[in-house]
């Protein structure tokens, strides 16, 4: 099975959020970047535990610049196979979903994986925009994936609980929890990397449909209220009358 | 200005639905309800402020590609030039095909009115929630998808008109084998109050004074990553970064010391109550009332207090 897996970076966790250029541009300095968790923990590790059974190659893609290349070698250490960067600073969703689709139509993947959201700007955007593009289905958050044949049953979260469903090949899919457990990369992986292709791919000409115009970050939050645990009276008190949330 | 409201029948009277509604007939326009499945009372609609639901009771579990295309036929029935999701599980599946089918620029997780004095933005939550950014749409027909909890339901007209569309949508190419979903539980992304536990509670067999506290306040139960990883807790449950992002009014953590990929999950609550044994807990920092005190002598107390204020309101 030929499996494309969309990838993105994102800030680590525990990055300071800031911003500049009057507050227009992300603050990126002291910032590590790494693969965005859902991308990395469920797409590309899921990809890679159907190509250990069934064989297979996994193809990683991003839209980009030569600054994420670091990202890209991160993914192909975990063991996929090649990478893809499509040589361009994603502006908005449409923008990156347009040239992920226009790649994977020349090329013909079976499977197409996303992470269910980016970290950063946690739109759900993207995937549902690829599979769009290319006019197939899409099953989105799955929490489980199984191949059988050219049929795939998937789990995927809904409104209050869960659904299974099947779905044919080819197809889009977004990963969230549940889909498979993360991987740390050994050095054999890492060393490996280092060698595996990464092909530049020019982009196509595509106008945002999006613009970010600025950023704000939230007010500071005033002191917590320190209430003695003996006095819970107080505490159900307060939530009723100063913050009025019962 | 016409704007769409896309509705799924079986939701057709949560709360995210009204305040998707109010959300629209803010906007100044007529409001036209689109909707899909075999919701009830769709009438009742009207009373958020919509002119008219049009509705394809086919489509009771249509996949993203047809009610994408239901959408797009209603769209262009009508002429609408704003498309309001509200932005659920769902939304999250049709609004992105619906933004390359209609090219239209998509605003995923609004939690404000969007500003026209110059332009057309909206304010969205970035990076989980650890800043606001401001999206412009520079396409011609706009959606917005709201992130639910952000407007209040406002009533505004009475039951209006429900008529049958068709939206010609073809056959599911997702076949749907099994659905499960909890009776009786509240939904978390829906629930206006929450009462979260994690591993300072030792063990799953504690809960009960967990679940205690959330039906005497009428609160939905959610959990740590740690304690859904190791099983006390369902996975559906987990908060924060990796799990469900929630924004509820009143937010209640007992034994969680505060990681920032848990308050990735919890940072948009409007109030926020720790209760924690470590005065140094990181999440006595974002919380609004502390409380430094073991769970097993402070929740019972707090469980009484709520029963006696409950018991006089």
Known sequence: MKILVCISKSPDTTSKIAFT?????????????????YDEWYALVRALEIKETSGGNVTIITVGTAADDAVIRKALAIGADDAVRIDAEATDAYFAAAQIAAYAKANNFDLILT?????????SQV????????????????????????????????????QIVEANLPLVVSCAKGMAEQRIPNMRGIMAARTKPLQIVPAIAVDAFTVYESY???????????IDPNNMDELVNLLHTEAKVI | MKTLVYINGNHAHAKASFEAVTYAKKLGGEVIVIASGNGSDLAKLGEYGASKVMVDKSLDHGDAQQITKLIAAAAEATGAEVIVFSHDLVAKAVAPRLSVRLKAGLISGAIALPETSNGFSCKVNVFSGKAFGLVSVKTATKIISLLPNSIQPELNGSACAVEDFNGNVGAAAIKIIDTKIPEGNIPLPEAELVVSAGRGL??????????????????????????????????????????????????????????????????????????????????????DYGIIGDAFDVIPKLNEAVKKFKAAH
């Open chain 1, 21 to 37: 250029d009057g507050n227009t541009k992300f603050d990126e300095n002291g910032v590590q970047y790494i693969v965005n968790p």
């Open chain 1, 216 to 226: 704000t970050l939230p007010d500071a939050k005033k002191a917590c209220t320190m």
């Open chain 2, 202 to 287: 030792k063990g799953p067999e504690n809960w009960g004074m967990i679940e205690e506290l959330a039906n005497n306040l009428g609160a939905a139960t959610a959990c740590s990553r740690p304690v859904a990883d190791i099983g006390w807790r369902p996975h559906h449950e987990h908060v924060g970064q990796t799990g469900v992002a929630i924004r509820p009014n009143l937010y209640i953590a007992v034994g969680i010391s505060g990681a920032i990929q848990h308050l990735a999950g919890v940072n948009g609550s409007k109030v926020i109550v720790v209760v924690n044994t470590d005065p140094e807990a990181p999440f006595f920092k974002a919380a």
């Open chain 1, 127 to 162: 995937a549902g925009m690829i599979a769009e593009d290319l006019d197939l289905p899409f099953v989105s958050l799955a929490t489980k994936l199984d191949v059988n044949g050219s049929t795939l049953r998937l789990e995927q979260e809904i409104v209050g609980g869960l």
């Open chain 1, 115 to 123: 992470g269910k959201e980016t970290i950063n700007y946690n739109g």
